[in-house]
T-cell receptor
């Protein structure tokens, strides 16, 4: 079945460092891809998404490009801040059947130190 | 819009007691999802509804768990009897419904079963 694999955390960076969190997927059909972020004590919220191959999603300085050839959707940010410390989840939608159901990766914890 | 509303935000109960978690989705959303999050198992989809009808409950751990959606603006997740291993954060999310659509998460209910 469909699945998402993220790099294991925690990822610890200094402020202003470059961030990459790897995400690869296995899917049938043509899924949409998502990055969600969860700040401490809160629910998940959408960070960015891409709905077709070669689309780039971006928000708050974060970017990810839908790469069909490598089945990847890596999250990047050029300069992280302490306020970016959170858990990041990669997810894909079930393209077959258009169910609206999301398949989530296990989450990657990011810690940014001043 | 107020977003997805969950109640209570925190629940502490004793083993064997019945627990009911409540969710009000965003108006106009056709899909409603119940998730459970723990350190050990991460984020798990328990059940989801489309237009108030349960579509997939394969994630419900056992018969002690049940979920209902009597109308488009209200859903409940019930655990009876509760056990310490049910301690987790339970999230409700809603979505307009297509595979490209974002799921909007509530703030969660932190359940502790003593």
């Amino acid at each position: 079945g469909d699945s998402v694999t993220q790099m294991e955390g925690p990822v610890t960076l200094s402020e202003e460092a470059f961030l990459t969190i790897n995400c690869t997927y296995t899917a049938t059909g043509y899924p949409s891809l998502f990055w969600y972020v969860q700040y401490p004590g809160e629910g998940l919220q959408l960070l960015l998404k891409a709905t077709k191959a070669d689309d780039k999603g971006s928000n708050k300085g974060f970017e990810a490009t839908y790469r069909k050839e490598t089945t990847s959707f890596h999250l990047e940010k050029g300069s992280v801040q302490v306020s970016d410390s959170a858990v990041y989840f990669c997810a894909l939608s079930e393209g077959v059947g258009n169910t609206g159901k999301l398949i989530f990766g296990q989450g990657t914890t990011l810690q940014v130190k001043p | 819009d107020a977003g997805v509303i969950q109640s209570p935000r925190h629940e502490v109960t004793e083993m064997g007691q019945e627990v009911t978690l409540r969710c009000k989705p965003i108006s106009g959303h056709d899909y409603l999802f119940w998730y459970r999050q723990t350190m050990m198992r991460g984020l798990e989809l328990l059940i989801y509804f489309n237009n108030n009808v349960p579509i997939d409950d394969s994630g419900m751990p056992e018969d002690r768990f049940s979920a209902k959606m009597p109308n488009a603006s209200f859903s409940t997740l019930k655990i009876q009897p509760s056990e310490p291993r049910d301690s987790a954060v339970y999230f409700c999310a809603s979505s307009p419904g297509t595979s490209a659509d974002t799921q909007y998460f509530g703030p969660g209910t932190r359940l502790t079963v003593l």
